[in-house]
């Protein structure tokens, strides 16, 4: 059952074959056998989570079940879910239960899949490895001494050890798909704007995009479904008509069946390849890339000359919105306030001092500096310039490739605290990630190998704007004729 | 030295939307503290603001109102502080693009009409409200030494709209504040409640030696929510300014806050420990477009304005500057007297006129009302003005018709916008009634039936030979007493027109 897709799954709930509930508690179970290890969850409520499993049992015997009905989903706990502890891996929310639920929750409920807990990041999504969690790291099931990536790294660990079918995260820079790829599974970050950001705690606004973690391709088309669409209370939320992401999955080819992906043209851009990527990375996502051309895609050649300035640029910007966006988290209605404090300034001061971690710090110390008076231009305005070059960068390379292919990471997996003392060392893990975010434009990762210590290889499929139908089908073709996303870590069977 | 006054001002005048600029909470005044804050009002981790349409309309009906250029596409900022009352840590605003830019006021000085033009009025939400305990203070529910939030107000939509320096005195500012808070109100896109804060002013104020063309170091006094607060402040702010000028010292660029009882300014910030906000585009909110569609359409919903409309009173129907300029004070007056107009025709202008410019606005004043609350409807009026012209009454008797109108509590106000309305007296019209029957009660019908006219003025000459002898020798004074006689004989109630004719008539037999 652990390898189970969410297809099968669904047509065993349909049969009554297995109940929501049995699901349910199985994952449970799980999680109370492997997370003491892993850390992947800050939050599990067996009571809450079944009680929704038996309304989705209910519904499936009344005939209503809908694709995911009673299918248990991890969140990252950047989403507000009515209810739950809702803290974004910071002691400053570590008291805050949400009174509302996120868009992408809203969806998810109705839709009638049960939220199985909240899943462990790095504080307000700052960071690439899950360790700077107020809750402590999330450690890496293919290796408890390495980190599983982040920010999303709770919820790539829970898929990857299987205490959840699938899951929700958030990408502001990679946050989704560098963590499946450390984490051997799937994740994709849609278009900004076609999930809705409403209910999702903000980092950096125009970045931020959620997006489904789970085992494959074909798992991720059935939860984008769902997470997917407009939301009037999002002003970034892009109102288009709905879309079946699965809907061309299995498409049958035309001519050789063998070359099902004929007619494909991938670029892959020499920027992804140079110095600083894993020899063992790069050659697992050459080994896929011929892999794909065996599969009738064709290689094009295709630059990003501006690739370079995309991590600069990125912690220019992210960092800006960033110290705004965490600016209400001021001790004065509700998540930490300091105990003891002279006068309001005092409370402000201490409140956050104590209720924010390091990182979280220095990111807004970065944002308030290159937003201050005498540096905006030189800083925001100037990072803003070279984020429209990497755009037009992306538009002139779609005219030549239908998706681009490289690395989704330079490295396998890193040790827990390898990178901690370094920031431009972690922030370099975000190379190959953050152009899409700056750009608006969608990618995923995929595994498609292992590296140095058997840890997994993510390869990134990035595509042009509301491809990832496309994105998703040259993906399902290639999990069609390999295997890599169906290893699992040893000890979680 | 001659020192010359140079003030700007930047008024926030509070939008009539039913919701706030950026979520679905009520604007109400007067709710009990944060019932009317929702989610994004109290700034809770995930929400987002959506932009309300109805603020960015009223924008561009106040930007097209003064003839300013409506920026088809403008750029929501956040300014960034820290402030208990200012849930998210910043407030959204619009900081390099405005929606509306330039434009003009012009208005009525003691010199004539004076012109202040706008710099820019820009969208932007208000913050809440501290309440802090002290004494006196009706939230008792605070214990000693604490404050509390009110976000009620939090999110409200304000139209900032902000001056060249173009006024020299207080009294210029006082007559642009009002020019413009007339418009607002007239042009329906805030109400206007000074008390409420719905319309709030910072004055910028600096002093030069006359004649020079360098702007003096400015000070704002922030927040002035009435015309006296501005006048008395500013003459206040330019005294010190002066004062510490003349003694050899320097205005220090602050901020300062008027106190009404001490009737002075004081400090509230320096230039030194003024915020760096940190301005930059909001990513939540697309940059606002606004098509020439929208604006076209707006455009062609715009009622007639105070200025076209005080032109048109002046060119058109003769009055004075004084008169068109008091009808035109607000929408309301103007109403008043166009209702007035339409029903008795453009004989009748002048007559309406000084009727609401006199009495009306006199009797308005007394009571500290509006022309729109006035007991005497413009129906009624205008009824008044019919009988004083079928000489039913004389003009000296319709004024104490108009003050027991006035007086009488249970008067069925005629409905203004009423089906237009000839007064033709076959009509059922109760504003008729109301005036015929004063007029009965009062008994001051006049007497214009001829013959019992004629009956007492040759009773009259009768007991006056000498008078009439004294005309018949050429002195024209005597014609005078001999009315004066005939009206004493009818109690005043002879109409004198009619008294003049017959004396005429019968002395030139």
Same mark, same amino acid.
């Given at each position: 059952m652990i390898n189970a897709s969410l297809k099968q799954l669904s047509a065993q709930l349909a049969q009554k074959k297995i109940s929501s509930v049995e699901l349910t508690q199985f994952h449970l179970d799980r999680i109370a056998r492997l997370n003491p290890g892993l850390n992947a969850f800050v939050t599990v409520d067996a009571a809450r989570s079944l009680a929704q499993a038996r309304a989705a049992d209910a519904r499936i015997a009344a005939g209503k079940a809908q694709p995911l009905t009673g299918i248990p989903v991890a969140h990252k706990d950047i989403f507000c879910a009515k209810g739950w502890l809702t803290t974004c891996g910071s002691k400053m929310l570590a008291n805050f239960v949400s009174p509302y639920d996120a868009h992408v929750v809203e969806r998810l409920n109705a839709a009638g899949a049960v939220i199985l807990g909240k899943t462990n990041m790095d504080e307000f999504a700052m =960071? !690439?490895? !899950?360790?700077? !969690?107020f809750w402590g790291p999330v450690r890496n099931p293919w290796d408890q001494t390495r980190v599983p990536g982040g920010s999303s790294g709770g919820s790539a660990a829970a898929v990857a050890a299987r205490m959840a079918p699938a899951a929700i995260g958030t990408d502001t820079g990679g946050s989704i798909r560098q963590p499946a790829a450390l984490s051997g599974i799937c994740g994709l970050k849609p278009t900004y704007g076609v999930v809705s950001r409403y209910g999702m705690i903000a980092f950096a606004s125009s970045l931020d995009q959620g997006g489904p973690m789970a085992k494959s391709a074909e798992d991720l088309a059935l939860m984008l479904n769902i997470m997917a669409g407009f939301d009037a209370r999002d002003s970034t939320s892009l109102e288009r008509p709905a879309e079946d992401y699965a809907r061309v999955l299995e498409a049958p080819p035309r001519g050789d069946r063998a070359k099902p992906l004929r007619g494909l043209r991938i670029g892959a851009p020499k920027e992804y390849f140079g110095a600083g990527l894993g020899s063992d990375v790069g050659a697992a996502v050459e080994a896929a890339l011929a892999q794909f051309e065996k599969l009738g895609a064709q290689r094009v050649a295709v630059n990003l000359p501006n690739a370079a300035l995309s991590v600069p640029a990125y912690y220019v910007i992210a960092p800006a919105e960033a110290s705004s966006n965490l600016s @209400?988290? *001021? =001790?004065? @209605?509700y998540g930490y306030r300091a105990t *003891?404090?002279? *006068?309001l300034a005092d409370m402000y001061r201490k409140s956050r001092a104590q209720g924010f971690g390091a990182e979280v710090k220095r990111r807004i110390l970065i944002g308030t500096y290159v937003l201050s008076h005498g540096y905006y231009d030189a800083y925001y305005l100037k990072a803003q310039k070279i984020r429209r070059l990497i755009a037009q960068d992306f538009v002139q390379a779609y005219e030549q490739c239908d998706l681009i292919m490289g690395p989704t990471s330079p490295n396998v997996a890193f040790t827990l605290g390898a990178k901690a003392s370094d920031p431009v060392e972690m922030y370099l893990n975000d190379i190959y990630t953050v152009a899409a975010n700056l750009a608006g434009l969608p990618a995923m990762s995929i595994p498609c190998g292992f590296g140095e210590g058997g840890m997994p290889v993510g390869l990134q499929l990035a595509g042009n704007y509301f491809t990832e139908a496309r994105m998703l089908q040259a993906a399902h073709r290639y999990q069609l004729a390999t295997d890599w996303h169906l290893r699992q870590p040893a000890g979680v069977e | 030295m001659d020192w010359e006054t140079v003030i700007g001002i930047e008024t926030h005048a509070q939008l009539s939307t039913v919701s706030k600029i950026f979520s679905g909470a009520a604007t109400r005044f007067g709710a009990a503290p944060n019932v009317q804050a929702c989610a994004v009002d109290i700034a809770l981790p995930g929400v987002l603001p959506v932009l309300n349409k109805g603020a960015v309309e009223r924008a561009v009906r106040f930007g097209l109102a003064v003839g300013a250029d409506i920026n088809r596409r403008s750029v929501f900022a956040r300014k960034n502080y820290f402030y208990p009352d200012l849930p998210k840590g910043y407030q959204i605003s619009q900081y390099e693009l405005p929606v509306v830019r330039g434009g003009s006021l012009s208005m009525l000085v003691k010199d004539g009409e004076k012109t202040v033009r706008l710099t820019r009025a820009h969208l932007e939400e208000d913050a809440g409200k501290s309440l802090h305990e002290a004494?006196?203070?009706? /939230?008792?529910?605070?214990? /000693?030494g604490m404050s509390g939030i009110d976000l009620n107000r939090a999110g409200t939509p304000l139209l900032e709209i902000v001056t060249e320096p173009d006024m020299r005195s207080a009294e210029e500012a006082v007559a642009y504040a009002k020019t413009l808070h007339a418009l607002v109100r007239w042009i329906g896109i805030c109400d206007g409640n000074m008390q409420e804060g719905s319309f709030r002013c910072d004055a910028n104020v600096s002093v030069r030696p006359r004649g020079s063309a360098v702007l003096g170091t400015r000070c704002e006094i922030k927040n002035l929510n009435s015309f006296r607060f501005l006048e008395e402040a500013i003459n206040y702010e330019v005294r010190r300014q002066i004062e510490l000028l003349e003694d050899g010292g320097t205005v220090a660029q602050e901020t300062r806050l008027y106190d009404p009882d001490r009737r002075e300014t004081r400090s509230m910030r320096s230039k030194e420990e003024a915020h760096d906000y940190r301005y930059f585009p909001d990513p939540d909110l697309l940059p606002l477009d606004i098509s020439a569609e929208t604006i076209e359409q707006i455009r062609s919903e715009l009622p007639e304005l105070p200025q076209a409309k005080r032109e048109r009173y002046q060119n058109d129907f003769g009055l004075s500057a004084y008169d068109a300029g008091v009808l035109t004070q607000s929408r309301e007056n103007a109403e008043y007297f166009e209702d007035m107009v339409n029903r008795l025709g453009r004989p009748a202008v002048k007559a309406c006129a000084n009727w609401i410019t006199v009495e009306l606005a006199a009797a308005v004043n007394r009571a500290g009302i509006e022309i729109a609350q006035s007991p005497v409807s413009s129906e009624q009026l205008a009824w008044l003005i019919v009988r004083i012209d079928d000489g039913t009454i004389s003009s000296r008797a319709a004024k104490d018709v108009f003050q027991a109108l006035w007086q009488r509590e249970n008067i069925a106000v005629a409905v203004l916008s009423a089906p237009r309305p000839s007064l033709h007296s076959s009509v059922k019209s109760a504003a008729r009634d109301d005036i015929d029957n004063i007029i009965e009660q009062l008994g001051l019908k006049q007497i214009s039936d001829t013959g019992a006219l004629e009956d007492v003025i040759v009773q009259v000459l009768a007991a006056n030979q000498k008078s009439v002898e004294e005309y018949r020798a050429g002195k024209e004074k005597a014609f005078n007493a001999l009315v004066g006689q005939a009206m004493k004989a009818t109690k005043g109630k002879g109409n004198p027109a009619l008294i003049n004719g017959i004396l005429k008539k019968i002395l030139a037999r």
């Open positions: =960071g !690439s490895s !899950s360790e700077t !969690s @209400r988290f *001021d =001790g004065v @209605r *003891d404090y002279a *006068d | 004494a006196g203070n009706a /939230h008792s529910a605070l214990s /000693h």
